[in-house]
């Protein structure tokens, strides 16, 4: 994603596009998979911890970013490709190699759907399967 896009996303979502968000989602739409805070620590080392946790926050409550635990309860950040608020469209399942400890989008296939009692409102949900990944089992 290039930076035009990015500026235009972050006003699409009312979020004031800084250098430092930018430089955020930059690093969150260049990974191939779910972050960590840690990782993205690394990644954009000019940019204070609690600066990034700020701005994640801010992501998560505009919908840019998903949040899901990993098979190590470790929390890890995505983009959010889908632009509608009530329904997304991105959600896909997760793949946790207990081996490696890598976790992997498996953006190609479909997602079972939830059906919920009346009364109860879904705001996210988590697919994960954990096993080997195809890389350690060779
Ligand atoms: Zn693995
Ligand atoms: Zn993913």
Do not use: W
């Not at 991105?90 to 939830?114: M, S, W």
Request: hydrophobic letters at 35%; aromatic letters at 6%.
């Amino acid at each position: 994603m290039d930076e035009a896009k990015i500026i235009e996303l972050l006003d699409e979502h009312g979020i004031r596009p800084t250098s430092n968000r930018i430089m955020l989602m930059m690093a969150l739409s260049k990974a191939d998979h779910p972050l960590t805070m840690k990782e993205l620590e690394d990644l954009v080392d000019t940019i204070d911890k609690s600066n990034i946790f700020r701005s994640l926050s801010m992501f998560r409550e505009q919908h840019l970013v998903h949040v899901l635990q990993d098979g190590a309860d470790a929390v890890r950040y995505e983009l959010c490709l889908s632009h509608e608020e009530d329904h997304d469209e991105d959600i896909h399942a997760h793949f946790y190699c207990e081996r490696c400890g890598q976790t992997f989008c498996l953006n190609d296939i479909p997602v079972p759907k939830i059906s919920l009692p009346e009364g109860y409102r879904m705001n996210t949900i988590n697919y994960l399967v954990k096993g080997v990944c195809p890389k350690c089992q060779q």
